[in-house]
């Protein structure tokens, strides 16, 4: 009995371990968008620890605020960490460039929370440790009841005005928050019923361009609220009955003008609509699952699916064939975002097994001729991969790239599954925790 309390006891500090090793890193690169991720020179490293984290706990999605100030990290535990963009940043990418490519950064940033700053070391410091990534703490903890599907900012989102520095999230069996950035206090509350008039979670959420409304997706349903009133008010628009489409909504994203929206489901189908009236205008049909989506130009839309090896585009005025394909490896069902760059030259996505990042230059493609493409794939043309490997020691299931400045952030992690009681018993406790430090000890270098 003394032998197994001692051997519970190690479980339970390995899972405290495992617990902690959630990580974010902000990778910066060249002001030079062609040759911007040829640099691996890690910024910043954040191994987030508190007290709220569950065991096995990991990153599921981070986003940069759309004034760039700061940035939102959803973890497994169920809440929603923001890191304020350190100052050093700014003054880096000013004094490096041109003028002209960085006249729109704003000269003063505000902070998320009040009084509370980001422990960060300035340029000097950087430049004298540039091998040993900064720790990025966390600034404001957003607490949700269950298991967060999809969280958003508010479009507008500018820090020198508060009232719009709000973060939106939908989690399990609760209705769709809005949160204030600054505090982490509950702000509104959109309420969503089914038919039993029981509240029901969203499995994605998006606001419109101008943030006027909120759209929630469910099966076959999509609930659209104003923004400006919280509550149970919302227009339904039933996707089952009205077009046949009865599956689960995975994902969804709007048109810069914001005329049109699309959304994806778990069933491989995109259907693109009228914002206006809810008109169904196209329909996309894929082999696997889609887990995001993203517009370009509000001609393109660009889609990552699960258990699939691609990204696929399509022009949204012909949906026949692709006309963009990028070869990419995602082997679970696990959600592997992508993201591209305001001008949609680069796509960037995290690699699902070499812990790093796959990117393509969409301006240099080649036409396909059928000869190492999927044929149920089909597309016009395709483009070289570029890779950087073993950025981090997990899975790089979520990136963001900056609004205006050329560096974006990475999230890495992925639930294991131990079985501690197995033959070897304490020796493989002993390689697993040793693998964990190891891991957490390795920087990337240049």
């Not at 759309?66 to 003054?91: E, M, V």
């Not at 099966?219 to 008010?233: A, E, W």
């Not at 995975?250 to 959304?263: H, I, L, N, P, Q």
Request: proline share 4%.
């Amino acid at each position: 009995s003394t032998r197994l309390s001692s051997y519970t006891e190690r479980v339970e500090q390995f899972e405290k371990e495992l617990s902690s090793s959630a990580q974010l890193r902000c990778l910066a690169f060249s002001c030079n968008f062609s040759t911007y991720l040829l640099r691996k020179q890690a910024i910043h490293q954040s191994q987030q620890k508190n007290s709220h984290s569950i065991s096995n706990n990991f990153l599921r999605g981070c986003k940069w605020s759309p004034d760039g100030l700061c940035i939102a990290a959803c973890s497994d535990d169920g809440c929603i960490r923001l890191f304020n963009t350190p100052d050093y940043l700014f003054q880096k990418f000013d004094t490096t460039t041109g003028k002209d490519d960085c006249s729109h950064i704003p000269s003063k940033q505000p902070k998320m929370s009040d009084g509370c700053e980001s422990k960060t070391t300035t340029s000097k410091s950087l430049e004298t440790d540039q091998h040993h990534p900064l720790k990025w703490e966390s600034v404001v903890t957003i607490e949700e009841g269950e298991l967060i599907y999809d969280f958003v900012w508010f479009p507008l989102m500018n820090s020198m005005d508060r009232e719009t520095c709000l973060v939106t999230s939908c989690s399990r069996d609760h209705p769709t928050h809005a949160w204030d950035a600054f505090s982490g206090e509950l702000v509104a509350t959109y309420r969503s019923y089914n038919q039993y008039d029981e509240v029901f979670a969203p499995k994605c959420i998006t606001y419109t361009p101008d943030g006027n409304r909120l759209y929630c997706g469910f099966k076959g349903l999509v609930h659209v609220f104003d923004s400006s009133k919280p509550g149970r008010q919302y227009t339904t628009r039933n996707t089952k009955l009205k077009f046949g489409i009865n599956g689960i909504a995975s994902t969804m994203c709007f048109t810069e003008d914001g005329r049109k929206y699309a959304v994806g489901y778990f069933n491989g189908q995109v259907h693109i609509f009228s914002e206006n009236n809810g008109e169904l205008i196209s329909s996309i049909f894929l082999d696997s699952g889609v887990t995001c989506m993203k517009f370009v130009a509000s001609t393109y839309l660009y889609i990552g699916m699960r258990m699939s090896s691609h990204i696929v585009c399509y022009d949204v005025k012909n949906v026949r064939r692709p006309v963009l394909c990028l070869e990419r490896s995602v082997v679970t069902n696990q959600r592997i975002q992508f993201d591209t760059t305001p001008s949609g030259q680069f796509v960037v996505t995290g690699q699902q097994t070499r812990g790093g990042v796959s990117w393509w230059d969409t301006w240099d493609t080649t036409a396909n001729d059928g000869g190492d493409v999927d044929v149920a794939v089909d597309p016009a043309f395709t483009s070289k991969a570029h890779h950087i490997p073993n950025m981090h020691s997990n899975c790089v299931n979520s990136i963001s790239i900056h609004p205006y400045l050329p560096i974006f952030a990475t999230g890495s992690g992925k639930r294991h599954i131990s079985t501690p009681y197995d033959e070897n018993g304490d020796d493989d406790i002993q390689e697993e925790q040793q693998q964990v430090e190891e891991e957490q000890q390795q920087v990337v270098e240049e």
